[in-house]
């Protein structure tokens, strides 16, 4: 998915870890696939989480 699909939205909330924003495949309308990846270097990723959350929690919905 990170080659392949473009990005809903990419935060940085460290100075090597990035939450990127996917629509989820399962239930796009109303959840995003989120993907946690966190960098070493340029050649070492040295972490990947990813878990589906609500999508009004990217888009500031309550």
Not at 33 to 48: M, N, P, Q
């Amino acid at each position: 998915m990170l080659l392949t699909k473009e990005p809903l939205g990419v935060l940085s909330s460290r100075k090597n870890r990035f939450k990127i924003f996917f629509p989820s495949e399962t239930n796009g309308d109303k959840n995003d696939l989120i993907i946690i990846i966190a960098i070493e270097s340029d050649e070492t990723i040295i972490g990947v989480t990813a878990y589906e959350d609500s999508k009004t929690k990217r888009e500031g919905i309550k």
